[in-house]
């Protein structure tokens, strides 16, 4: 049986509370999900960043499963190394449990830095989870742009100014190119639809071979909204289709969830500080590109899944 | 490495390469994870068909960079299991973050390193920069000879680092081309003796204890750092001791015997060289050519680098005039290369302050022979009569 609410709310929690992520962090509800999704024990990497220095201030951990924090751009290459030597143990019987290896990452050390670690690890074969929280930005040093920045979203590196606009490029579509990977299990996911989040790392963590997850984890620091917004920014940006719910399960894609009523980019960009200077006059052109990305994207998956 | 007894009967004709790939067969390591590069390359081969042909039960991890290479293997090493990579020049540049890593998280992690030249320019024949250029980051740095000393490198690092008191992972080096292409009679040991001697991976804990978890690698701010820092130099103060004893462990094994450094008609010696790796060999020779003409020299050939052994080479070379320090790495400082700077800051304490002065030379694989060896021993002559040092820093070998 799928997971539901019921069963996932019996599940232990493997993280405390008393971490020091901000109140509206999007990060926490990732971590408690995925971690919750197996009943199997759960060896947990994870990049430099947010997640990171939130969590394991030195000498207190709010993990309670072992954890390793290696660098920014190797949380793919580091659980990949501990899931080899457990490999390696179990086949000399030196281990005999079942462990399951998950490594974390931000969209700054999964898109950008990490890139490469994550690729190889996924080509290798590894039998882990990755799991991006895709938060759009630089967000532990101070908001700055990544590859997963959204078009015309201010940041301190692509400030709107005078005479520019915020970022000027279109996100790179991760979850894509990792589902050109062929391997196993790929999905999009958000903190907004939880058991949707649960479900589908149920599926990552019973996959044999690596599996990719990106959720949306908003940053409320970072995108300039309330503490209280997380869920109705991410529901916003599933209803809008800029960030869609969707799998890729041994090559087939399928779509998690259709919103009934599509709502436009303007509504959901509107409810973001980040956003805000595209609303002035003169950027009614950029915001209609943005639009027009957005709905010639969600096109392309309905395609793709049909 | 001064030989006991050996019968070149029970030898066996190796490459550098080849005598370092037999002895991580031996070793066995757990986890492997490995990339390419010039000269390194032939191990990760070797070891590759090993795995193949199912002579190891290592889980070889074929990373997609040097990088990742390192990163996997702190991953591996801190899980309980007995973990090892290879590199050269660039490819350890490349792990150069995560080099600390390893160190600073206490990971007993092994590394032969087949020494070559850094870019820029691109170079992929023999100097000591790609070493040198990690000579801060916590790692035990051994030197090798040749292949007999670079295959009974390997199995001492693999006890230094392990070694409760060290905790530190271990580079063994070894010249590019000149030991790792070179073909030499190396005598190898049994592989069970060689199990024995090396015994079990253990560390206190692993990641894989799930009934106890760990957090490892977390945010260590101004209240913690300074002491796990001062704690890591502790560490490898205390190797020291563990190496030499380890040394006459392994010595009972082999009939080899090693020490911090070795010493080569250096009792009567008026003026010293020192060394590092394949050059020893052509000093050694050359020594010989100019006692005959009675030229009182003799050579320091070192094989701890980390720890730097200080005392012990403030001793050795007290009673000569003139020290020559052999640098196959320049530093850029503009005050000579590594070697010299740490010797002659050593030598500052000396009641007898020795004259000392540098020689860079072999960068990027150029060659170094006996000819221009008896011209830096010639050199070092002319400083002692005149009783004072023309110049720190002298370049040998190149067009100037």
Partial sequence: ?306 | MSVVKQDPRNSTALTGNEAVAQAMRQIEPDVVAAYPITPQTEIVQIFSTYVSDGLVNTEYVPVESEHSAMSATVGSAASGARSMTATSANGLALMWEILYIASGTRLPIVMPVVNRALSGPINIHCDHSDAMGARDSGWIQLFSENAQEAYDNMFQAVRIAEHPDVRLPAMVCLDGFIISHGMENVFTLEDNAIREFIGDYMIERSLLDVEQPMTLGPLDLQDFYFEHKRAEAEAMVRSKKVIQSIAEEYEKLSGRSYGLFEEYKLDDAEIAIVVLGSTAGTARYTIDQLRAQGIKVGMLKLRVFRPFPFEELKQALAHVNVIGVMDRADSFSSIGGPLFSELRAVMYDSETRPLITNYIYGLGGRDINPRLIEQMVRELADVQEAGRLNQYVNYLGVRE
């Avoid at chain 1, 973001?272 to 052109?285: D, I, S, T, Y």
């Fill in chain 1, 1 to 306: 049986m799928a997971l539901n609410l019921k069963e996932l709310a019996k599940r232990p929690v493997r993280i405390s509370g008393g971490h020091r992520a901000c109140a509206g962090c999007g990060f926490p509800i990732v971590i408690k999900m995925i971690l919750g999704a197996t009943e199997d024990p759960v060896v947990v990497g994870c990049a430099t960043g947010c997640m990171e220095v939130t969590t394991t201030v030195f000498p207190y951990t709010a993990w309670k499963v072992p954890f390793i924090h290696n660098a920014f751009e190797n949380s793919a290459a580091t659980i990949s190394g501990v899931e080899a030597a457990y490999q390696s143990l179990k086949r000399q019987g030196k281990v005999d449990k079942e462990i399951k290896f998950v490594a974390f990452g931000g969209d700054g050390g999964t898109y950008d830095i990490g890139f490469q670690s994550l690729s190889g690890a996924m080509e290798r074969g590894h039998n882990m989870v990755y799991v991006c929280y895709d938060n759009g930005a630089y967000m532990n040093t101070g908001i700055q742009r990544s590859s997963a920045t959204p078009r015309g979203s201010h940041t301190t590196t692509t400030p709107a100014g005078k005479v520019r606009y915020g970022k000027k490029e279109y996100r790179k579509d991760l979850t894509t190119i990792m589902a050109a990977h062929g391997i196993p299990y790929v999905a999009q996911a958000s903190v907004s639809n939880l058991v949707d989040l649960a479900r589908k790392a149920e599926k990552a963590f019973n996959v044999d071979g690596p599996a990719f997850l990106n959720v949306f984890s908003p940053c409320r620091l970072g995108w300039n909204v309330p503490a209280d917004s997380a869920r109705d920014i991410s529901k916003g940006a599933t209803d809008s289709c800029f960030w869609p719910l969707f799998e890729v399960e041994n090559g087939v894609w399928k779509v998690s969830y259709k919103p009934r009523n599509k709502i436009s980019m303007d509504d959901w960009m509107e409810s973001q500080g980040r956003f805000r200077h595209l609303f002035k006059p003169g950027n009614e052109g950029i915001r209609e590109e943005i639009q027009a990305q957005v709905d010639q994207q969600w096109e392309l998956l309905l395609k793709r899944a049909e």
